[in-house]
C-alpha cells in the first residue's frame, strides 16, 4: 500500500513538474513569437485582394482582370443557411471559446488515437483566419503556436462577426474564387441571396479542401462531403429531419462561370488591361479592386460586334467551303451521350457552335448539338457551299448534300432566323472596325477580331496596313490648300513614272483599266479615279502631301514622301485612320483618341478623370473675338502702323495678346487645335457625300436599300490595296467617324479579285451606322461664311455663261473661282457694242 502512495505521489509530482514546465515552454514561445505578430491595425486593415473590373460608359461590367475572383460582401449579405452550415462543420463552439477550442483539441486528440488516423481536426475558424490572412501551410511546430497566440490575439481586437466575415471573405474555394461572393459567382451563377440550402452546403464544405470538394473539379467528393455538412446541420438543430432528405436528394449540378458581364468588348478591355499595368504595375492592377470606366457605348459596341461578325462570315459564304473541321470515323460506335461530351469539349466561337452530322438526305442534312438536341439543316441552308479552291475560285455548286458532307463531320452552325439554321465554318479572314466620337475622340466601339478567343491580335490597334484609297480625300484636301477646287480638271490617262533606283517605270492603272479624259476631282474621288490622284500629287508634291497629313495625326515613321503615297502607300492602323476622318467630321480640328474616362478605388474614390482636348467652336470664336479687339486696341494706340488684316472668324493665334481672358467652357489647353480651314473641309465632305450616294459606296447600299441613303450628313471613301489584299472604308456625320477593315493576318493573302472596299468593308461600316444613326436628325456641317456656289460647265470646270450646256452648281471658296467661260455669240444673237471692250 505504502508503495502505490508513493507512486501516486511520484506521478502527481511528475505531472506538476511536466505542467511546470510546459507553461514554462509555453511562455517562453509566447514572448519569442508574441513580438512578431501582427499588431492591432493590421488585423483591423486587413486589404482584400479584389479583382480590377473595367466598366462600360454607362456602367455596365464588361470585363474583369485579377489573380484572384474576390466579390467583398458584409455579414449581413450573407445566408444564415451558410453561416450554420459553416460553424456546425468547422466549429460548432465558435461563439463560445477565445479563439483556441481547448474542448476541441482534447476531442480530436482522443479521436485520432482511437481511430489510428486524423480524421477530426481541432482548428477553429479564427485560427483559420489568422491561417489564411497572414501564415502559410507549412505544418511545423512553431507555426501552429503561432496560429494559436495570434487567434488568440485576433479574438482580443475584433469581434466574432468581424472575424467570421474576414473568413467568408478570405478563404479560398479554388477555381480562382476567394470569398463566398466569388464562389457563388463561380459554381453558380447566382447572387448570394439566390443560392439554396443544398448549394450552400456545397459552397460550406469546400474550405476544409478546396481541390477535393469543389464540385466542378471532384463532384462525387462534393455531394459527399455536402451531405456530410447538412448532417451537421441537423445534428446542431439547424435545419428538420424532411429539409435535410430534401436537400440531399438535390443533385450536384454546377459549371463554371466567368464573371457576369453584360457584354462583350475583349480586346478594348484588353487595352485597358495593359495600360492600367503601365499605369500602377501589375500588383496593384490586378489586386487592388480598381474600376475603370470606358468610354465604350453598350448600344454602338453590339452593333458594332455584330456587325464585323455578319460582314465576315458573309465574305466567307462568297468563296465556298473549307470542309468540316474534323471528322469522327466511329461515329455509330458512339452513344448520344459520348458524342454529346465531345461536342461539349469544342470551343465555343462567337455566333457559331459545333454541331456532328448525324444523317444525309438528298437535300438535307440533320446534326446533334451540344445539348443532345437535333437539328434539320434544309437545302436553304447548304446550298452556297460550293468548295473552296482559292480566294478567286469556287468548285462547282453542290446538287446534293452529300456533295458536301458526310455522317461524322463535324461542322459549325449559324442561326440565320428564329427557327433557320445553316452550314457555316469559322472564318479566316480578319477584320476590324472602330467609332469615335469625332468632338472628343472618345472610344465608343472597338472590334479587334472575329473572336477574342481565336485570336488576341488586335486588328485596330496593332495591324499596320496600306490603306489605300482610303487616303484620298486627304490629298485632295491638301491639294485644296494649294488652290485646287472641285471642279478643277485632270486628264484621266495612263500614268508613267520612271523609278532611276530600280531601273524601272511605276505604272498605277485605275482598278477598271478604263479612262475617261479629262476629269472633275468631284467626280475623280467619287469614283476613285488613282491617276488623277497620282497627278494631283506630282502637282502638290509628295513631301508637302506628307507634312499635310502628319497635321491629322498620321505618323511620319510610317510613311514616305513618294508619289505612290497618293494610293495609300504608307502603313497606318485603323485607329490613325479613323482619327483622321474624325477631323472632316468635327470640321476641321484634331483630337486624339482616348478609351478610359475616369479609375476610382473600391470605395469610389476618383484616381483619374480624362480631360481630353475637344473641340469648342465657341471658345475659338470667344477668343478671335478678344484677340480682334486687342488688335484693334493696339492699332489706335499706334496709328504709324499700318492696320492689320482683319483676322478670319475660326482661324486665330492661341499666343496673341488678349485684352482680357475670357469665360471659356473649355479650359485653354483643353481646346482641340484647327489643323484645316472650315471651308476645306466642307468642300471634301461635300465630295465625299457623292462618294455615298453618286460614288463607289452607292451600288452596296442601293441593293441593300440601305436607309443611309436618306440621310444627307453622310460622307465617306472607299478603300482597296493592290492584289485586294486590304479593303476599307470609313465615313462619318457629325455624331460618329467609324473606319472598318477587312483582309487576313497573313499579310501575303488575297481578299480575291471580285473583292474591294465598298463590297468586303463597307457593309461592316454600313450595318454599324444604320443601327447607331436609326432615330437621330441629319447632323451636318453647316456652311461656313466664305464658301460661294456657282455654275460650272460640267465638260471643263470653268465658271459657266449664259449659254453652257447642261451647267451644274459647284462650291467653291470665295476668291478661289475658276475663270468663266468665253461668251459664245450664237446666230442671229443680238450683241452689246460695248462687248468689245
Same mark, same amino acid.
Given at each position: 500500500?505504502?508503495?502505490?502512495?508513493?507512486?501516486?505521489?511520484?506521478?502527481?509530482?511528475?505531472?506538476?513538474?511536466?505542467?511546470?514546465?510546459?507553461?514554462?515552454?509555453?511562455?517562453?514561445?509566447?514572448?519569442?513569437?508574441?513580438?512578431? !505578430? %501582427?499588431?492591432? &491595425?493590421?488585423?483591423?486593415?486587413?486589404?482584400?485582394?479584389?479583382?480590377?473590373?473595367?466598366?462600360?460608359?454607362?456602367?455596365? !461590367?464588361?470585363?474583369?482582370?485579377?489573380?484572384?475572383?474576390?466579390?467583398?460582401?458584409?455579414?449581413?449579405?450573407?445566408?444564415?443557411?451558410?453561416?450554420?452550415?459553416? #460553424?456546425?462543420?468547422?466549429?460548432?463552439?465558435?461563439?463560445?471559446?477565445?479563439?483556441?477550442?481547448?474542448?476541441?483539441?482534447?476531442?480530436?486528440?482522443?479521436?485520432?488515437?482511437?481511430?489510428?488516423?486524423?480524421?477530426? /481536426?481541432?482548428?477553429?475558424?479564427?485560427?483559420?483566419?489568422?491561417?489564411?490572412?497572414?501564415?502559410?501551410?507549412?505544418?511545423?511546430?512553431?507555426?501552429?503556436?503561432?496560429?494559436?497566440?495570434?487567434?488568440?490575439?485576433?479574438?482580443?481586437?475584433?469581434?466574432?462577426?468581424?472575424?467570421?466575415?474576414?473568413?467568408?471573405?478570405?478563404?479560398?474555394? $479554388?477555381?480562382?474564387?476567394?470569398?463566398?461572393?466569388?464562389?457563388?459567382?463561380?459554381?453558380?451563377?447566382?447572387?448570394?441571396?439566390?443560392?439554396?440550402?443544398?448549394?450552400?452546403?456545397?459552397?460550406?464544405?469546400?474550405?476544409?479542401?478546396? $481541390?477535393?470538394?469543389?464540385?466542378?473539379?471532384?463532384?462525387?467528393n462534393a455531394k459527399e462531403r455536402r451531405n456530410h455538412v447538412l448532417g451537421r446541420m441537423l445534428a446542431e438543430g439547424y435545419i428538420e429531419q424532411a429539409t435535410y432528405e430534401a436537400a440531399?436528394?438535390?443533385?450536384?449540378?454546377?459549371?463554371?462561370? /466567368?464573371?457576369?458581364? $453584360?457584354?462583350?468588348?475583349?480586346?478594348?478591355?484588353?487595352?485597358?488591361?495593359?495600360?492600367?499595368?503601365?499605369r500602377f504595375g501589375r500588383e496593384a492592377a490586378y489586386n487592388n479592386g480598381l474600376r475603370v470606366f470606358t468610354t465604350i457605348n453598350n448600344k454602338l459596341q453590339i452593333a458594332a460586334q455584330?456587325?464585323?461578325?455578319?460582314?465576315?462570315?458573309?465574305?466567307?459564304?462568297?468563296?465556298?467551303?473549307?470542309?468540316?473541321?474534323?471528322?469522327?470515323?466511329?461515329?455509330?460506335?458512339?452513344?448520344?451521350?459520348?458524342?454529346?461530351?465531345?461536342?461539349?469539349?469544342?470551343?465555343?466561337?462567337?455566333?457559331?457552335? %459545333?454541331?456532328?452530322?448525324?444523317?444525309?438526305?438528298?437535300?438535307?442534312?440533320?446534326?446533334?448539338?451540344?445539348?443532345?438536341?437535333? #437539328?434539320?439543316?434544309?437545302?436553304? /441552308?447548304?446550298?452556297?457551299?460550293? %468548295?473552296?479552291?482559292?480566294?478567286?475560285?469556287?468548285?462547282?455548286?453542290?446538287?446534293?448534300?452529300?456533295?458536301?458532307?458526310?455522317?461524322? &463531320?463535324?461542322?459549325?452552325?449559324?442561326?440565320?432566323?428564329?427557327?433557320?439554321?445553316?452550314?457555316?465554318?469559322?472564318?479566316?479572314?480578319?477584320?476590324?472596325?472602330?467609332?469615335?466620337?469625332?468632338?472628343?475622340?472618345?472610344?465608343?466601339?472597338?472590334?479587334?477580331?472575329?473572336?477574342?478567343?481565336?485570336?488576341?491580335?488586335?486588328?485596330?490597334?496593332?495591324?499596320?496596313?496600306?490603306?489605300? $484609297?482610303?487616303?484620298?480625300?486627304?490629298?485632295?484636301?491638301?491639294?485644296?490648300?494649294?488652290?485646287?477646287?472641285?471642279?478643277?480638271?485632270?486628264?484621266?490617262?495612263?500614268?508613267?513614272?520612271?523609278?532611276?533606283?530600280?531601273?524601272?517605270?511605276?505604272?498605277?492603272?485605275?482598278?477598271?483599266?478604263?479612262?475617261?479624259?479629262?476629269?472633275?476631282?468631284?467626280?475623280?474621288?467619287?469614283?476613285?479615279?488613282?491617276?488623277?490622284?497620282?497627278?494631283?500629287?506630282?502637282?502638290?508634291?509628295?513631301?508637302?502631301?506628307?507634312?499635310?497629313?502628319?497635321?491629322?495625326?498620321?505618323?511620319?515613321?510610317?510613311?514616305?514622301?513618294?508619289?505612290?503615297?497618293?494610293?495609300?502607300?504608307?502603313?497606318?492602323?485603323?485607329?490613325?485612320?479613323?482619327?483622321?476622318?474624325?477631323?472632316?467630321?468635327?470640321?476641321?480640328?484634331?483630337?486624339?483618341?482616348?478609351?478610359?474616362?475616369?479609375?476610382?478605388?473600391?470605395?469610389?474614390?476618383?484616381?483619374?478623370?480624362?480631360?481630353?482636348?475637344?473641340?469648342?467652336?465657341?471658345?475659338?470664336?470667344?477668343?478671335?473675338?478678344?484677340?480682334?479687339?486687342?488688335?484693334?486696341?493696339?492699332?489706335?494706340?499706334?496709328?504709324?502702323?499700318?492696320?492689320?488684316?482683319?483676322?478670319?472668324?475660326?482661324?486665330?493665334?492661341?499666343?496673341?495678346?488678349?485684352?482680357?481672358? %475670357?469665360?471659356?467652357?473649355?479650359?485653354?489647353?483643353?481646346?482641340?487645335?484647327?489643323?484645316?480651314?472650315?471651308?476645306?473641309?466642307?468642300?471634301?465632305?461635300?465630295?465625299?457625300?457623292?462618294?455615298?450616294?453618286?460614288?463607289?459606296?452607292?451600288?452596296?447600299?442601293?441593293?441593300?436599300?440601305?436607309?443611309?441613303?436618306?440621310?444627307?450628313?453622310?460622307?465617306?471613301?472607299?478603300?482597296?490595296?493592290?492584289?485586294?489584299?486590304?479593303?476599307?472604308?470609313?465615313?462619318?456625320?457629325?455624331?460618329?467617324?467609324?473606319?472598318?477593315?477587312?483582309?487576313?493576318?497573313?499579310?501575303?493573302?488575297?481578299?480575291?479579285?471580285?473583292?474591294?472596299?465598298?463590297?468586303?468593308?463597307?457593309?461592316?461600316?454600313?450595318?454599324?451606322?444604320? !443601327?447607331?444613326?436609326?432615330?437621330?436628325?441629319?447632323?451636318?456641317?453647316?456652311?461656313?461664311?466664305?464658301?460661294?456656289?456657282?455654275?460650272?460647265?460640267?465638260?471643263?470646270?470653268? !465658271?459657266?455663261?449664259?449659254?453652257?450646256?447642261?451647267?451644274?452648281?459647284?462650291?467653291?471658296?470665295?476668291?478661289?473661282?475658276?475663270?468663266?467661260?468665253?461668251?459664245?455669240?450664237?446666230?442671229?444673237?443680238?450683241?452689246d457694242p460695248f462687248d468689245v471692250f
Amino acid at each position: 500500500m505504502k508503495y502505490l502512495l508513493s507512486a501516486f505521489n511520484n506521478g502527481i509530482y511528475f505531472v506538476f513538474l511536466l505542467a511546470i514546465a510546459g507553461f514554462m515552454g509555453f511562455c517562453s514561445l509566447y514572448l519569442y513569437l508574441g513580438p512578431h !505578430l %501582427p499588431n492591432v &491595425d493590421s488585423i483591423r486593415d486587413i486589404r482584400l485582394q479584389t479583382p480590377m473590373t473595367v466598366y462600360s460608359q454607362e456602367g455596365d !461590367l464588361i470585363a474583369e482582370f485579377g489573380d484572384k475572383r474576390r466579390i467583398p460582401v458584409t455579414l449581413s449579405e450573407v445566408p444564415q443557411t451558410f453561416i450554420q452550415a459553416l #460553424i456546425a462543420t468547422e466549429d460548432k463552439r465558435f461563439y463560445e471559446h477565445s479563439g483556441v477550442d481547448f474542448l476541441g483539441v482534447i476531442r480530436a486528440f482522443v479521436n485520432n488515437i482511437t481511430t489510428g488516423t486524423r480524421s477530426q /481536426g481541432a482548428s477553429t475558424i479564427t485560427q483559420l483566419v489568422a491561417r489564411n490572412v497572414y501564415l502559410d501551410r507549412e505544418k511545423t511546430f512553431t507555426r501552429k503556436f503561432r496560429e494559436m497566440f495570434l487567434a488568440w490575439k485576433i479574438e482580443s481586437e475584433i469581434s466574432k462577426d468581424e472575424i467570421l466575415e474576414l473568413f467568408i471573405n478570405k478563404a479560398h474555394f $479554388s477555381h480562382r474564387a476567394y470569398g463566398l461572393g466569388a464562389a457563388a459567382q463561380v459554381y453558380y451563377g447566382k447572387e448570394l441571396s439566390e443560392l439554396k440550402l443544398h448549394e450552400a452546403a456545397v459552397l460550406a464544405g469546400i474550405p476544409k479542401g478546396e $481541390s477535393i470538394y469543389n464540385p466542378i473539379s471532384n463532384p462525387d467528393n462534393a455531394k459527399e462531403r455536402r451531405n456530410h455538412v447538412l448532417g451537421r446541420m441537423l445534428a446542431e438543430g439547424y435545419i428538420e429531419q424532411a429539409t435535410y432528405e430534401a436537400a440531399i436528394a438535390e443533385p450536384i449540378e454546377t459549371r463554371k462561370h /466567368g464573371a457576369d458581364v $453584360s457584354f462583350s468588348a475583349p480586346y478594348l478591355a484588353e487595352m485597358v488591361r495593359r495600360e492600367m499595368i503601365q499605369r500602377f504595375g501589375r500588383e496593384a492592377a490586378y489586386n487592388n479592386g480598381l474600376r475603370v470606366f470606358t468610354t465604350i457605348n453598350n448600344k454602338l459596341q453590339i452593333a458594332a460586334q455584330a456587325a464585323l461578325r455578319q460582314s465576315l462570315l458573309e465574305y466567307d459564304f462568297r468563296h465556298g467551303y473549307r470542309g468540316p473541321e474534323q471528322s469522327i470515323d466511329n461515329l455509330s460506335e458512339l452513344s448520344t451521350e459520348e458524342l454529346k461530351t465531345y461536342i461539349e469539349s469544342l470551343p465555343a466561337v462567337a455566333l457559331l457552335q %459545333p454541331a456532328v452530322v448525324t444523317s444525309v438526305a438528298e437535300q438535307s442534312i440533320t446534326v446533334l448539338t451540344s445539348d443532345a438536341s437535333t #437539328i434539320e439543316i434544309d437545302w436553304e /441552308g447548304l446550298k452556297w457551299a460550293a %468548295p473552296f479552291i482559292n480566294s478567286d475560285s469556287r468548285g462547282p455548286a453542290p446538287k446534293t448534300a452529300s456533295d458536301i458532307v458526310k455522317p461524322g &463531320d463535324v461542322i459549325r452552325l449559324y442561326q440565320s432566323g428564329p427557327d433557320t439554321w445553316k452550314l457555316s465554318q469559322i472564318p479566316e479572314v480578319a477584320g476590324g472596325f472602330i467609332a469615335v466620337k469625332p468632338q472628343t475622340g472618345a472610344i465608343e466601339a472597338l472590334v479587334g477580331g472575329y473572336d477574342f478567343s481565336l485570336n488576341q491580335f488586335n486588328m485596330v490597334t496593332q495591324a499596320r496596313r496600306q490603306p489605300g $484609297s482610303n487616303i484620298k480625300p486627304f490629298i485632295y484636301s491638301a491639294a485644296l490648300e494649294k488652290g485646287y477646287t472641285a471642279a478643277s480638271v485632270l486628264n484621266d490617262a495612263p500614268f508613267v513614272k520612271e523609278d532611276k533606283t530600280a531601273e524601272d517605270f511605276w505604272r498605277p492603272k485605275n482598278d477598271s483599266g478604263r479612262y475617261k479624259g479629262p476629269t472633275r476631282l468631284r467626280d475623280a474621288l467619287r469614283f476613285s479615279n488613282n491617276s488623277i490622284s497620282v497627278r494631283l500629287m506630282n502637282a502638290i508634291g509628295p513631301a508637302y502631301a506628307e507634312e499635310y497629313l502628319a497635321r491629322f495625326g498620321f505618323p511620319d515613321e510610317y510613311m514616305e514622301p513618294y508619289t505612290s503615297l497618293a494610293l495609300g502607300s504608307a502603313s497606318f492602323t485603323p485607329l490613325e485612320v479613323v482619327n483622321g476622318y474624325a477631323v472632316f467630321a468635327n470640321g476641321g480640328y484634331r483630337v486624339e483618341p482616348f478609351f478610359i474616362e475616369r479609375i476610382e478605388t473600391s470605395n469610389e474614390v476618383v484616381l483619374f478623370q480624362a480631360e481630353p482636348i475637344q473641340v469648342c467652336q465657341e471658345c475659338e470664336l470667344a477668343l478671335a473675338a478678344t484677340t480682334l479687339n486687342a488688335d484693334e486696341q493696339t492699332a489706335s494706340e499706334a496709328p504709324q502702323r499700318q492696320s492689320q488684316a482683319e483676322p478670319v472668324w475660326g482661324e486665330y493665334d492661341i499666343n496673341a495678346p488678349l485684352l482680357a481672358e %475670357p469665360q471659356l467652357p473649355v479650359a485653354k489647353d483643353k481646346i482641340a487645335p484647327r489643323v484645316i480651314d472650315d471651308k476645306n473641309v466642307f468642300i471634301v465632305n461635300s465630295m465625299m457625300k457623292d462618294v455615298i450616294h453618286r460614288g463607289t459606296a452607292w451600288r452596296q447600299l442601293h441593293n441593300s436599300a440601305s436607309p443611309l441613303l436618306q440621310r444627307q450628313d453622310i460622307g465617306g471613301k472607299t478603300g482597296t490595296t493592290n492584289d485586294a489584299k486590304d479593303a476599307w472604308f470609313s465615313g462619318f456625320n457629325g455624331d460618329y467617324a467609324a473606319t472598318a477593315w477587312v483582309g487576313f493576318a497573313d499579310y501575303s493573302l488575297t481578299l480575291g479579285n471580285r473583292e474591294y472596299g465598298g463590297k468586303a468593308a463597307l457593309p461592316v461600316w454600313q450595318k454599324f451606322m444604320e !443601327l447607331a444613326l436609326r432615330g437621330r436628325p441629319n447632323n451636318t456641317m453647316a456652311q461656313p461664311p466664305g464658301i460661294v456656289t456657282a455654275r460650272i460647265n460640267p465638260k471643263n470646270g470653268k !465658271l459657266a455663261n449664259s449659254n453652257t450646256e447642261n451647267a451644274i452648281f459647284e462650291i467653291f471658296r470665295a476668291g478661289n473661282l475658276p475663270e468663266k467661260e468665253p461668251e459664245t455669240i450664237l446666230p442671229g444673237q443680238d450683241t452689246d457694242p460695248f462687248d468689245v471692250f
